[in-house]
């Protein structure tokens, strides 16, 4: 079945610095990755998502790549804010069998 | 637009004994999901719902979990009995239909936090 590895599994940084979180996803058939942001004692929200036909997406200081061949996928947060402190964690979907795997979380830690 | 809703916010049992979640989606979605998220891991599925119909329960503790969502709108989660590796976060969310093809956005509830003593 599908597999999704995220790494690292801690990432901390200065603000105003740059963050990159990557996955691997080991099922070529994928074809929607989302992100999500889950700040403590709160719920998962979506915060960018890349479909398979995509390479790359922004929205302000978030961007999602996407590198089908090698099959990962990274989240890029620029210009880091305290308020980015949280954990990320992606995901891919297959339609085959309509399920949503998630990796395992990065913690993001923003030093002021 | 109402978000989906969650009950109770917490919750404090025994183990042994049995408790339940009730989640109302948001309107018009089709797939439902039931999480549980363990402290300092990701959420993990337990079961997903299209309308009123199981996708997929592969990693539902089925001895002891159930979970029905019996008009395709609200849904309960049940433990009976509960052990003390129950405890967790768990998530209700919602999507217009995981069936559509190509995925799209889960909205999640603001969860039960259960501790089992």
């Known amino acids: 079945g599908e597999n999704v590895e995220q790494h690292p599994s801690t990432l901390s940084v200065q603000e105003g610095d740059s963050a990159v979180i990557k996955c691997t996803y080991s099922d070529s058939a994928s074809n929607y990755f989302p992100w999500y942001k889950q700040e403590l004692g709160k719920r998962p929200q979506l915060i960018i998502d890349?479909?398979?036909n995509v390479g790359e997406k922004k929205d302000q200081r978030i961007a999602v790549t996407l590198n089908k061949t090698a099959k990962h996928f990274s989240l890029h947060i620029t210009e880091t804010q305290p308020e980015d402190s949280a954990v990320y964690f992606c995901a891919a979907y297959m339609d085959s069998n309509y399920q949503l795997i998630w990796g395992a979380g990065t913690k993001l830690i923003i030093k002021p | 637009e109402a978000g989906v809703a969650q009950s109770p916010r917490y919750k404090i049992i025994e183990k042994r004994q049995s408790v339940a979640f009730w989640c109302n989606p948001i309107s018009g979605h089709a797939t439902l999901y039931w999480y549980q998220q363990i402290l300092g891991q990701g959420p993990k599925l337990l079961i997903q719902f299209q309308n009123n119909g199981v996708v997929d329960d592969s990693q539902l503790p089925k001895d002891r979990f159930s979970a029905e969502r019996l008009k395709g709108v609200d849904s309960t989660l049940k433990i009976q009995p509960a052990k003390l590796e129950d405890s967790a976060v768990y998530l209700c969310?919602?999507?217009?239909?995981?069936?559509?093809?190509?995925?799209?956005?889960?909205?999640f509830g603001p969860g039960t936090r259960l501790t089992v003593l």
């Open positions: 969310a919602s999507s217009l239909s995981a069936l559509a093809g190509g995925g799209n956005e889960q909205f």
């Open positions: 890349i479909r398979s």
